[in-house]
């Protein structure tokens, strides 16, 4: 299985204001993904992290708010750009190889004011 | 949109067998079933999947019937530590998709 760290594991912003996640996988991975999940609810897709080129996004999540990085297979970024109180989620990443079971890490929970 | 449905919530209490349902009537030949679960504030966390046949853990048994459009996730002696949301996903692995998480099942174990 694989273990991962994300960092901040929580934090505090200022609306417009923009955050980076970190997300370190402690082994090669095919697959990252990221995902937001709000206040009571399921998680949602945000985008597919591929690894030297442009991330996947889902319907209603846009690079320009989600800039996505993915230098290498082992790690990703995730910014929250220009935040909002709507933006106020926990933040997940996700990892694994091309088949299998995929595994998360514990998230970042964000708060804006 | 999710593929699969559960009911909202369950309750089973310690040391019973908690029995979840999933409906996925309209999997597809290629789609696993995998099954996560959310214990509160931490990420979710792997529990089993399959594809046809039965499957056991040392967390789990997935029961598949033999049409595949519905499963059962059976943890055999539950705990307190087992009050969680589950989830019931189906996904095709050979894509190398993402997990697509419907409402889950919110099980409560109690004393």
């Known amino acids: 299985s694989a273990v991962i760290s994300q960092k901040p594991s929580r934090d505090i912003c200022q609306r417009g204001t923009s955050l980076t996640i970190q997300c370190q996988v402690d082994?090669?991975?095919?697959?990252m993904f990221w995902y937001r999940q709000q206040p009571g609810q399921s998680l949602t897709l945000i985008a597919t992290a591929n690894q030297g080129s442009e991330a996947t996004y889902e319907s209603g999540f846009v690079i320009d708010k989600f800039p996505i990085s993915r230098p290498n297979l082992t790690f990703s970024t995730l910014t929250v750009s220009n935040m909002s109180p709507e933006d106020s989620s926990i933040y997940l990443c996700?990892?694994?190889?091309?088949?299998?079971?995929?595994?998360f890490g514990e998230g970042s929970r964000l708060t804006v004011l | 949109d999710a593929k699969t449905t559960q009911p909202p919530s369950m309750d089973c209490a310690e040391g019973r067998a908690a029995n979840l349902p999933c409906n996925h009537s309209?999997?597809?030949?290629?789609?696993?079933v995998y099954w996560y679960r959310q214990i509160h504030s931490q990420g979710p966390q792997y529990i089993i999947h399959?594809?046809?046949n039965n499957e056991t853990n040392e967390m789990a048994s997935l029961i598949i019937t033999e049409d595949r459009k519905s499963s059962t996730l059976i943890l055999p002696h539950a705990t307190l530590r087992d009050t969680a949301v589950y989830y019931c996903?189906?996904?095709?692995?050979?894509?190398?998709?993402?997990?697509?998480f419907g409402k889950g099942t919110t099980l409560s174990v109690s004393s």
């Open positions: 309209t999997i597809s030949g290629n789609e696993y």
């Open positions: 082994s090669q991975v095919t697959m």
């Open positions: 996903i189906v996904r095709v692995v050979s894509a190398g998709t993402a997990l697509i």
């Open positions: 399959g594809l046809k």
């Open positions: 996700s990892a694994g190889p091309n088949t299998g079971e995929l595994f």
